[in-house]
C-alpha cells in the first residue's frame, strides 16, 4: 500500500497521476483538491501534518510512504515530528521525503535547517527512509521578481543549480515504484549547470517575454526592503526569504549533480525547458 501527501500541490499532484495504476493512498488537508484518479483512487484522507491521531489512522496498513514537505510555517519542525512519528506508530516500513539539496543543522538557508530535522527524525524513527534533496525550484525562480522585473537579493555573484519541479517529480515516481532499490539512499536532485541571478533573470525573462534583471542588494538592505513591504512577516520569515540570496551568494547551491538522469534515465531539464513546462 503506498500513501502519498502533497497531491494538491505542483509536485505531488503530477506524482499522483503518474503513479494512479498503483491505488495510492491520498493524504491532503483540502479533500476538495484531491487529484480526481476515478476507481483507480486508494481513498482520500484529510490529514493534516499536525493531527496525531487523523495521521496515525489515515496511515494504518500503508507501507510505502511518500512525504513531500508541509507548507513553510514557523511550526514546520513540530509538524513533522508529530507526522514522522505517527507514520511510524502506524506501522509504516518506508518513507520517502522530499529534503532540501543543503540540508543541514547550520545550512545557510534556514528552511534547510528544518529540513536536516525532519531527516533526523526519520532516521530515528526505526523506518526505512530514501531522501530527495531538491535544489531551489528552477520554475518558481522568475516568481522572485517584483511588478517591474527586478530580481532583488543578496546573491552577489554565487550561482544555483535549480530543478524542475518537473524532474523532482519524475525522480520521486522511479524511486516509488522500485524502493527496495534506493533503501537508506540520499540524492541530491538539481539542474543541469548553476547560474547567477543575473543569467537566471537573462535566460528566464526571453523564455517569458518579459524583461528580468538581477539587482543585487546587501543583507542589510534586503531586511529592510522585507520588512517595509511586508510588515506583518514574522522574523521566521524574513530569514528564509533573506538567507535564499545568502545561500546562493556562498555557493551553498551550486552543486550541479547527475542524480536526475541516474534516477529518471532522462537529462535534468534546463531552465528553459523548465519554465516551457
Known sequence: MLAL???????GGPVAHALADLRPRLLVRDPARAP?????????????????AAATAA??????????SAAESEHRRREHR??????????????????????????????????HDTEVAIRESGMDFTILRDAFYADVLPLFADASGAIRGPAGHGSVAAVARADV????????????????????????????????????????????????????????????????????????WVSTYVAIADGSCAAVTDDVRRLTGHPARTLEQALAG
Open 59 to 68: 496511515l494504518e496498513g500503508v507501507d510505502l510512504l511518500f512525504m513531500v
Open 169 to 240: 517529480a519524475d525522480a520521486a515516481v522511479a524511486v516509488l515504484r522500485d524502493p527496495r532499490a534506493h533503501l537508506g539512499a540520499t540524492y541530491t536532485l538539481t539542474g543541469p549547470e548553476a547560474l547567477t541571478l543575473d543569467e537566471v533573470a537573462d535566460r528566464a525573462g526571453a523564455v517569458l517575454g518579459r524583461p528580468l534583471r538581477y539587482e543585487p542588494e546587501s543583507v542589510e538592505e534586503a531586511y529592510t526592503a522585507r520588512r517595509a513591504a511586508y510588515p506583518d512577516a514574522g522574523e521566521w520569515r524574513l530569514d528564509a
Open 82 to 115: 508529530t507526522f514522522v512519528e505517527a507514520a511510524a506508530r502506524a506501522g509504516v516500513r518506508h518513507v520517502v521525503y522530499t529534503s532540501f539539496s543543503g540540508a543541514a543543522a547550520d545550512a545557510t538557508f534556514t528552511l534547510g535547517r528544518d529540513h
Open 36 to 52: 480526481q484518479l476515478g476507481e483507480q483512487s486508494g481513498g482520500v484522507h484529510v490529514t493534516p501534518y499536525d493531527d496525531a
Open 5 to 11: 501527501t502533497g497531491s494538491t500541490g505542483a509536485l
